[in-house]
């Protein structure tokens, strides 16, 4: 009789399923689907705060070479007017020697010194002597016909024009020939 016993548990056993989990609760699912919600939530929080800081240290570098710009362009005027002074007598300099051969010199270490401050700021001249007229770098304030010059080409420089990396300080002031 035990075995029968035996026999009639085995089976029972043997057709029996294993204890099914209960399905999760509808409370579980609410959590699990809050969960993602604030999971997404800190993703979209974290990219847009990403783009904000790269935003305003795009400005910020932005406003920063706008201001370095204005400046630079202000000492432009500087140079000019230092590249006139040393035109304008280069002989007579060169034959009253003495106090006039020392101005000179100063005024030449002060025009170095001036444009290799701007060379070390990025600051560089616009070669327009001989290239064809762009708008975008050259301002004409003067068309002559030139023999032997292709048309549209710089044949005199008024004012050296300069460029900060990439950006435009100051147009060149040039003539510009015709055909």
Known sequence: MEDERNNAAGEASATAQ?????????????LKQQRDEFY???????????????????????LSEAAAADLLGELLPLVDDLDRALKADADSAAKSGGADAAIRKGVELIQRQLLEILRKRGVTPIDALGA?????????????????????????????????????????MVKVAKG
């Open 18 to 30: 294993p204890p099914e989990q209960p399905e999760p609760s509808l409370e579980v699912n609410e």
């Open 40 to 62: 997404d939530r800190l993703l979209r929080k974290t990219a847009e705060f990403d783009n904000y800081r790269k935003r305003t240290e795009r400005e910020r570098l932005q």
């Open 132 to 172: 064809d007229f762009d708008p975008h770098f050259h301002q004409a304030v003067a068309y002559e016909p030139a023999e032997g010059r292709r048309e549209g080409e710089v044949v005199e420089e008024f004012r050296r024009g300069y460029m900060l990396g990439d950006r435009l300080l100051r147009p060149a």
